[in-house]
């Protein structure tokens, strides 16, 4: 992309209104614009990397055979009454009253939806176990949105729901999910690790949160420094296999957050205590919803019962603000490769020079060619500003054409994240590139 | 994807709720599900067909130069009242009051919104021309939906909107559009014929719908034979060329809606008298938000003026239905490639058989490693049952393995529009999938 043909609106310093760097970050880099309280418009940067996290998300959700549905914004008042949330449920739902005088709300999540879906279709054994999952926008009115995307009204949520016959069979499920949602923040380049969450009565030891760990997270969270060091998903296993050992091994290692914490447990550990911010929610809750909204199946001997349900969420457009919490320098936000809004930004250090215009425009449609994303920032401005413009963008790399390196048919290739610079061929960094960038 | 692992739920008789025939059917092929009065969840197969209509509108929108954003579903009243629209707007405008006894709104349209942008990033003649688009989720409070995704409540739209600094250059930026609407109902395997459109007081000829015409049309519409009869993008050019000269040729030939019809103006053509559904908008308005929202730049001569502006609309579900009203029999759905959920559909008539079994499994296989999107009707179901549901469903090739053809490695492929089959080996049938199937 052509930063001339393009859209990107950056700030030169902090605006007043953001006090969480992420919030910043993404006002100063023209991602994002607040268009009322805690609601947003998602500008063309911000919009790619939003994408990039729906695409990884939706691939990994396949890999784990879990069915995507799109559910609507709003949903019925009667529907919530059958599970019994309506009235439960605080000021925080936005309660709406349409012409006709019925009662409707802005989805906070979708329970009562899916549970409806598969009531109507799923009647048999036969036709279970299934993960129903989708992407869509989801209101919460909080009474004080607040830092940005992390504390929105309007936000992008991933929300799958798992039906099964048995609790045994909702173990299994709800194994999967736990490796899938590993899977998932390990592709988007975080490090998200599961932390034991209050479930209520029913979850037992099936209710894990996925922690980020940022300097600046909302909460207090520990856990044994094997989370930090190693691979969680060293020797993890196929789907098909059997999950539980996986599963058991990485929850014995110790993992709380402030509320779950327990020093007594911890005396011998090696710990790390950091501060964490949640991003995703994993929990089972048996038939909840499945006993009182009669989404029951017939079993094998002919009997009825309830499904064993559980649901696994995403706070897909809080993941935004997340990542750059847990990733960025005082220059700018710092991208994981995978869901970066480029993966390469190339500055023309002198543009309306002849030699440095022809060997920067070669290099871009290169770039195009070998599906390289790139952004060629071809402005009339001086280095300085497009220098800054880049790092605070993030992109992992930089390639820079300077009248002097053109010379020699050199270019300098620059890594975001350590500042190291290499002096390389247009061929040489060509090949470099297409080499690591990302495979959405 | 298998159908045992999937979930897809058909009834073999029309559901007594609709009316109309894509509403009969999208049901019957358990695409959507009905929430609440005008409000729909997207099932599995539904889903896939909205999302191959989203990435082809996606990528024509690319290709002709348009950013994308994406701008949230509910909006403030009072960036309406800035336009004057909030008390103009009549009961279909879904309002809402958040806890803070905010007023707001579900939108269901955007040009105030992306004004409001539009005000806060761009100043100067040197950042213009500018198109912006985004797909979302809108609402409209219809007093009486009916008619399936055709007059639903909640849908999902594109709507661009381009902003420019003369009468000339949003006169190219419309061209464009036109030229790209063509294409993109091409891409998307439907005809659909621009009509001029009632554009009050500002459009002049820059107000036309893109209508598809379906026996089961809403309305009645008028066109001179060569609409129907030739390809209306032959010779059309590139977007960087001078589009006026393939604007003016394609409006010259008669084009109307009943509204806009003049039985005078036809006595010497050769005239196609047909229904129509409306599936796209594009029209120029001038500086009709920009003026009261102060949406201006400054122009190279330093005087300060309000943007030309023009809006550019497809009704993406409703799209799904009207590509079924235009494309069906009486045994289904007949999708053009492009769009289908599914390219194919294999069906294993004897399930169970080693031979049968074997033969269906190793050309799944095959299809996945050459990326034919298949579904495997791997269900132990009668033969019939399974016929009817692939017609049904609609994709537009059936390849059948019968016990009968397995023992000569051969397998039917069968042409979901016309019917006509063809034994062929599994090879042939193979490469005959790799080489149609749609690339989007």
């Known amino acids: 992309m052509k930063r001339s043909e393009y859209f990107i609106s950056t700030l030169m310093s902090d605006p007043a209104e953001a006090q969480i760097v992420s919030h910043k970050l993404m006002l100063r880099a023209g991602m994002i614009q607040q268009m009322s309280a805690g609601i947003y418009s998602w500008l063309p940067l911000g919009l790619r990397v939003l994408q990039n996290i729906q695409s990884i998300i939706r ?3 396949e890999n784990a055979g879990s069915i995507e549905v799109l559910m609507p914004t709003l949903q019925s008042a009667d529907l919530w009454r059958e599970s019994g949330r309506y009235d439960d449920y605080g000021k925080e739902m936005l309660r709406i009253t349409d012409r006709q005088n019925r009662e409707m709300l802005y989805g906070p999540t979708n329970e009562e939806m899916i549970t409806d879906i598969v009531r109507t279709h799923i009647h048999s054994y036969r036709e279970v176990p299934k993960n129903f999952w989708h992407m869509q926008w989801k209101f919460r009115d909080e ?8 504390r929105g009204r309007e936000f992008l949520m991933k929300d799958g729901y798992s039906f099964d016959l048995t609790y045994d069979d909702a173990k299994r499920s709800y194994y ?19 932390m034991r969450a209050d479930s209520g009565p029913i979850g037992g030891e099936m209710s894990h949160e996925f922690i980020v760990l940022a300097e600046t997270g909302e909460s207090q969270v520990f856990c044994d420094k094997s989370w930090v060091e190693e691979d969680a998903l060293q020797d993890a296993p196929h789907y098909n296999e059997d999950l539980e050992p996986f599963f058991k091994k990485l929850t014995a290692r110790y993992s709380a957050t402030e509320e779950k914490h327990d020093p007594d447990m911890v005396k011998n550990l090696d710990l790390v205590s950091a501060r964490g911010i949640e991003v995703g929610h994993i929990f089972y809750f048996g038939t909840k919803y499945s006993q009182p909204m009669k989404a029951s199946v017939t079993h094998p001997d002919g009997t009825e019962h309830p499904l064993e349900m559980g649901s696994y969420g995403i706070g897909v457009s809080r993941l935004v603000a997340a990542i750059i919490e847990a990733s960025h320098d005082d220059k700018g936000i710092i991208w994981p490769a995978s869901v970066a809004p480029f993966f390469a930004i190339l500055i023309n250090l002198k543009n309306g020079d002849t030699d440095t215009d022809a060997l920067a425009n070669s290099l871009y449609l290169a770039c195009q060619e070998k599906n390289i994303s790139v952004l060629y920032d071809d402005r009339d401005e001086r280095a300085g500003v497009k220098f800054a413009d880049a790092d605070l963008i993030g992109s992992p790399w930089q390639v820079i054409v300077s009248p002097r390196n053109c010379a020699m048919q050199k270019v300098e290739l620059k890594n ?22 990302p495979v959405i």
Chains 1, 2 share one sequence.
Do not use: C, W
């Open 416 to 437: 975001r994240t350590n500042s190291e610079t290499h002096l390389l061929s247009v061929e040489e960094v060509l090949a470099f590139l297409a080499d690591k960038k």
């Open 176 to 194: 999967k999910m736990f490796l899938s949602y590993l899977r998932t923040f390990a592709a988007l380049g975080v490090r998200a690790i599961p």
């Open 59 to 61: 691939k990994e959700q």
């Open 143 to 150: 009474i004080r949105p607040r830092f940005g995307l992390m």
